[in-house]
């Protein structure tokens, strides 16, 4: 390659000082969701060029002062570029991720701040590139090679044959993809953070997703310019009702109540019906608020390694109470072996423990009913399970390792048990008093109750943990009281 560093002196009274201009340009810029942002800077020419000299510059918003710059930042101390290589400054994020950063700071830059590297001091500077118009500012970003916001939660690549930079924005933004010095690229893409590679063969560039409606089949480089049809539907839609979602790798938007969030917050699950069918996981790193009660996401739908999910978040929304968004869920009392209908929905079962915590933290559940076998997971809340003791568990179900596992999401999620089939008088005690049904039970834990009143029609029925008083809004009738196993008659008073 033509080396391209020029050299300039400069007579000062009697000293002569040397200065190395070399002609340094930005190769890569970055403007990504969440301040992901980094710069790439190029060096052309075969010298090792020193970054003592040099700095990279901006204006925030609109310029104050028209054509000036008002941040100066300067490169590491004894920072150099090697010949043909490149200088990389990025925010920590993805200093921690990628090895090719040399320079992680606090790179605060938007889509409409314009940012320049120059050579020399804040008094006396030459400006070699410059990315935006130092002069005017948009609202939120300039458009690039005919991509509206092109600077804004987009990459832009430096074409290959591009060897300097360019202080004049209008001729390096171009107004098409042929005249333009740059490529634009979708939001936090980095596969050419690191390197300034020769990219000619990348044409043509555009969507490159089939399930998107602008799908290019020629191109081999996307974009960012992917839009994808409005499909409202429901989970159990989604779900398909069978082992794979018919809708597997195309954009959906659908709702639901949060069930549990993941640990560090790196997904999940909702539910929009208190049915079978109706939960999802979604695969994202949203923090969830405590006022906040579901999601509404356009996502795509994956399947990763057996569980239907909502992936590839393309938009994330909150809400807290709203009548359409919010139904009322009850846990879905199972009484079988999981499968595929309860997946990420939020289930409860009782029954004893017989094989406690494994080494990936697992127990298993035999349902008290029928012998049934249900693992459960400490995925999200860790509980030391005893063998041969009763537990009622809830939480949503999850899919891994070829099993489906519940997955209890606090300590609220595990309860004892009693389970005695032979209750006596001489354990239970039922009373009438003051048109209340009184029971007391000498066990501790959660106890199974129903009332009938003489016709047999139930008039009550749930669990109490040692005590209880119910309403029976009438005084002169007879009761029959079931606890567990036991039954009493009762007569009002």
Known sequence: MKNRLSIFFIIIGTSTVLLAQAPLFYSEYSVGESNFNYIEIYNPTDSIVSLDNYAFVYTFNEPTI????????AFNDGAVIEPGDVYVISNSFLSQQFNQVDQSQFLMIHGNDCLGLVYGTPDNYTLLDVVGDRYESPDIGWDVAGYELGTNNHTLLRKSNIYEGNTDWLLSAGTNIENSEWIVL??????????????????????????ATFF??????????????????SIA????????????????????????????????????????????????AWEKSSSTTGLIVTAKVREVDGLTILDDIISLNSYTYIPEYSPVLVPLVINEALSEKHESCFVEV????????????????????????????????????????????NGPVYFSNNEFKICPKFINSISPYVSIPEFD???????VINNHIEIESQYIGLQDYI????QGQVIAQGVFDGSISISTHSGNSAYIVNVGKYSQLVVGQ
């Open 186 to 211: 979708g939001p936090d893409q980095w596969s050419f953070l690191g390197s300034h590679e020769n990219i000619s063969d990348l044409y043509p560039i555009g969507c490159t997703d089939s399930v």
């Open 451 to 454: 009332i009938y009143n003489i």
């Open 350 to 393: 009782i029954g004893k423990c017989v094989e406690p915590n494994n080494e990936f933290d697992e127990a298993v559940i035999e349902l008290i009913d029928n012998g049934i076998e249900v693992v459960i997971s400490s995925l999200i809340y860790e509980f030391d399970f005893q063998v041969d003791s009763f537990y009622r568990i």
């Open 216 to 233: 290019c089949v020629e191109c081999n480089l996307d974009d960012g310019s992917c839009e994808y049809p409005e499909l409202n539907l």
């Open 425 to 431: 008088s001489l354990s239970i005690s039922v009373k």
């Open 66 to 73: 028209p054509g000036e710059f008002e941040t100066w930042k």
């Open 237 to 284: 839609e989604i779900q398909g009702m069978s082992d794979t979602s018919p809708y597997e790798g195309q954009v959906v938007t659908a709702f639901g109540n949060i069930l549990a969030s993941m640990s560090l917050s790196t997904g999940h699950f909702i539910q929009d019906k208190d049915s079978l069918w109706s939960g999802i996981y979604v695969n994202t």
